[in-house]
């Protein structure tokens, strides 16, 4: 019995400790870019950025791990075949892979920045107002955002979400229907 507690606690903090943690991908990773979802750097080991960003990128890692993505990245120099089918051109190279979307991040690299923009990706691009309290939410997030008031499926929705897909980086898109709309139009 005791044996079996000292090696079930053995395997948890083998869990634990590897949850957070920056995975170091090679080109495999290739096939595997549009399983799920992907928050990529992309570095050259001589970069002075991306050596300043290491640790920073750890964080971003670790304040990501309950979240429903992998937090990665790729030696380019080592690597030439990923950093050409991602159009690396420069380093550090930040992107959210999201299935057959692909989006470059070009924010500030603080950590709160990048795990925002993590944030943002994970969603949907377009996220529903379904009453008052959504709307004052969607005001809190941003001063700039757009709206589709409407039924999705109808008059202009898939350019909309044709758009939000597009700006999804740097935009917040919503839905809303009249019924709720109505009193702030």
Not at 112 to 130: L, N, Q, T
Request: with cysteine; hydrophobic share 40%; proline share 5%.
């Amino acid at each position: 019995m005791r044996s079996f507690i000292l090696l079930s606690l053995a395997w948890l903090a083998g869990t634990v400790a590897g949850m957070g943690k920056v995975l170091e991908l090679s080109d495999r990773f290739l096939p595997l870019r549009k399983e799920g979802m992907w928050l990529m750097q992309f570095y050259a080991p001589w970069c002075g950025h991306c050596k300043k960003l290491e640790p920073i990128w750890k964080h971003v890692a670790q304040s990501l791990v309950d979240q429903p993505v992998r937090v990665g990245r790729v030696d380019c120099t080592r690597f030439t075949a990923v950093a050409n089918e991602f159009n690396v051109h420069g380093f550090p190279t930040i992107m959210f892979l999201k299935g057959d979307d692909t989006y470059l991040y070009e924010g500030d690299r603080s950590r709160e920045d990048i795990v925002g923009f993590a944030h943002r990706m994970m969603g949907p691009p377009v996220k529903g107002i379904s009453g008052d309290a959504d709307l004052e939410e969607a005001k809190k997030k941003s001063d700039h955002f757009f709206i589709f008031v409407g039924r999705p499926g109808e008059g202009p929705w898939d350019e909309f979400v044709m758009n939000a897909k597009h700006y999804q980086r740097d935009e917040f898109m919503y839905s809303a229907s009249t019924a709720v709309m109505g009193k702030h139009i």
